[in-house]
């Protein structure tokens, strides 16, 4: 069935920091490029996407940066709105999950559900602040990791072995609000039981069918979308509570202090903001939302799959009301210069800084986001490979086929097209035509780098002509030669000018300018006959400016700057006397002999030398060092801290370690030659 309308919608991005690049790759730029597609096809589409504004990171933020919730999400909307405006991610409703609009949706949601018996109440008890007086979202709970004694775990996860975790799990647990220990309490919620639902989640996922019709096309979903759901599902679906105690959201209808779980109210934006925009237009929202001829998209990265292709369709179908994806074409992760990207380090390029450091270079950065898009496994950015990519394709092919084109025709025949009746050069104009038509099929896989690959294969095509026959050599003898082959190379810039329009907007323009000529729609591209013999085509600007190292190491050095000014370090302890700190015996020690605890991953024992004598000691290590890498070194050891049985040995004193951002330790050796059992003061 062909859809007879589009609604395509990107994740919504939480409203507590900036966009940076990772995003872009990940959830932007592929439906971007997807709906300017469509559009450019004549469709009938709405791009979706607004911000996320509710939840505990942006209470626990707006606490942080003692402002209030309001003040975060407003600065955020903003900045985030208008730099995706300025990159040329052109939605067409950018709203906000915080408008009265979306609350009145979202309620509206949920009692339809409450009232049709989809949720089940529970009572459980959870954490609550007695000084505060209120509940504590798993956010505002840390403790120590049960798993990895990390002393900074959150109530939901432990960053640093990345545990998922409920509060009650942690040992120690503290308010973040009170600083106090938190009690247990009380509290009653809305589940949504997701195990009543696991056939038809199955059943959908795995073979496209719903409610016993084919639906879809699974094997046009990415395999590592289906393999997530799927383990999901095979590991047992479990009720979810879709309310919350928190005074920041969605209020729950009828309850006080209750609010809805962000991810049954984020995804519900999705409909709000369609409703908002086809408000706006004189259109209809629920032909959208209600009709089975939509074809509903939902472009994300990979962390929200779940969300999307489990979650959010179990409450779309028990609704009743509404359509399921047809697509959710996720998106692996990218990386950046050999890490992960990550907000709260600091190691991210940020969208808006990027415009401010690369003014008017927008299609450099699509290019390349796009040419290394994760569409089948994580990829990784690096600033030097952009400027290869930039200077390389950009500058060096299409640049340079465009600029020699203009330069010849305006020097040769005073801009004008000339006239190609021969057929020499059909083999030329059927393998543009199908490269063109290679980049409409590929962008409706969601295959979009092989998609701009093709793209750039009609100036590489181009650029292979002007190589071949070099229409300055032979314009004395044979100027006719000559502008035929310049007209065949001004029609693949003209297609170049329709065929960009997805991945390169802004050269699209530039194209179209300089050629002269509005351009013609997608489908009406049949034939390589597209500018007219004696058209005169206008000046071409300079396409793109070739990347500097100069530019490659300003922000190789910014990311590292960045990194280290946003390191804030653990707090130091309480003051202790210079007679306290000589109690500690620490020494120099030499290590004889290594080998692994039988039965631990981390533990080693060591035999150490301290002048004459010999000691055993289990260190905490074996993640970071292997046993033969130890034995020979000198390192750094507390000699006096008293003896204990570890796994049936007796250790004596303890080896001290560095440990790096990884959670790599490192052991600390003099830098001379010292002699093992000397002092360390
Ligand atoms: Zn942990």
Known sequence: ???????????????????????????????????????????????????????????????????SPRE?????????????????????????????????????????????????????????????????????????CPKCSSEKAYGDQCEKCGSAL???????????????????????HWYLPMQNH????????????????????????KSHVVGQCLSWVDGGLQARAMTRDLDWGVPVPGEDGKVLYVWLDAPIGYITNTKVWAEKQGKNWEDYWKNDDTQLVHFIGKDNIVFHCIIFPIILKAHGDFILPKNVPANEFMNLEGDKISTSRNWAVWLHEYLEDFPNRQDEMRYVLASIMPEQKDSEFTWTDFKDRVNNELADIVGNFVNRVFVLTHKYFDGAVQSAATSEFD???????????TIGQKIELYRFREAQSAAIQLARIGNKLLTETE?????????????????????????????????????????????????????????????????????????????????????????RAAQLSNKVA?????????????????????????????????????????????????????????????????????????????????SSG????????????????????????NCVR
């Open 166 to 188: 409920s509060p009650t799990e942690l040992i120690h647990p503290v308010s973040t609000l009170s600083g106090k220990a938190p009690v247990l309490r009380e509290t009653t």
């Open 198 to 221: 696991s056939d038809w989640i199955r059943e959908f996922i795995e073979k496209g069918i719903l409610n016993g019709e084919v639906h879809h096309d699974p094997n046009q979903w």
């Open 654 to 677: 303890m080896i001290l370690m560095a440990e790096n951002n990884k959670g790599e330790l490192s052991l600390l050796s003099p830098e001379r030659p010292t002699e093992s059992g």
């Open 72 to 144: 975060i999400v407003d600065f955020y909307h903003a900045l985030m709105g208008k730099a995706f405006a300025d990159f040329g991610i052109e939605f067409d409703e950018y709203y906000r999950t915080s408008s009265a609009d979306h609350i009145e949706m979202s309620q509206s949601v949920f009692s339809k559900l409450k009232e049709q018996g989809v949720f089940e109440t529970h009572t459980t008890e959870q954490y609550f602040d007695e000084e505060a007086q209120q509940f504590l979202a798993d956010r505002y709970i840390t403790g120590t």
């Open 1 to 67: 069935m062909t859809p007879k309308r589009y609604l395509v919608t990107s994740a919504l991005p939480y409203a507590n920091g900036p966009i940076h690049i990772g995003h872009i790759a990940g959830a932007y730029l592929p439906a971007d490029i997807y709906v300017r597609y469509l559009k450019a096809n004549q469709k009938d589409v709405a791009f979706i996407c607004g911000s996320d504004e509710h939840g505990a990171a942006i209470t626990l933020r707006a606490k942080k940066e003692g402002k």
């Open 570 to 650: 653990e707090p130091v302890k309480e003051d202790v006397s210079f007679e306290t700190f000589q109690n500690m015996d620490l020494r120099i020690v030499h290590v004889l002999e290594a080998e692994k605890v039988p039965k631990t991953k981390k533990l080693l024992k060591l035999k150490i030398q301290l002048g004459s004598e010999e000691r055993t000691v289990i260190s905490g290590i074996a993640e970071s060092y292997e046993p033969q890498d130890l034995i020979g070194k000198n390192v750094l050891y507390l000699a006096n801290l008293a003896p204990r049985e570890i796994k049936g040995v007796v």
């Open 471 to 559: 229409p300055w050599k032979i314009y004395k003898t044979d100027p006719e030669k000559t502008g035929e082959i310049l007209n065949i190379c001004t029609q693949l810039i003209a297609a170049m000018a329709i065929a960009f329009e997805p991945f390169l907007p802004f050269t699209a323009q530039k194209l179209k300018a300089g050629l002269n000529w509005n351009g013609k729609s997608w489908n009406e591209l049949s034939s390589m006959e597209i500018i007219p013999v004696g058209h005169i085509l206008g000046e071409m600007p300079i396409l793109f400016v070739k990347i500097t190292d100069e530019e490659v190491t300003r922000q190789q050095e910014k990311l």
């Open 427 to 437: 083999h030329i104009r059927q393998e543009a035509l199908e490269s063109f038509q």
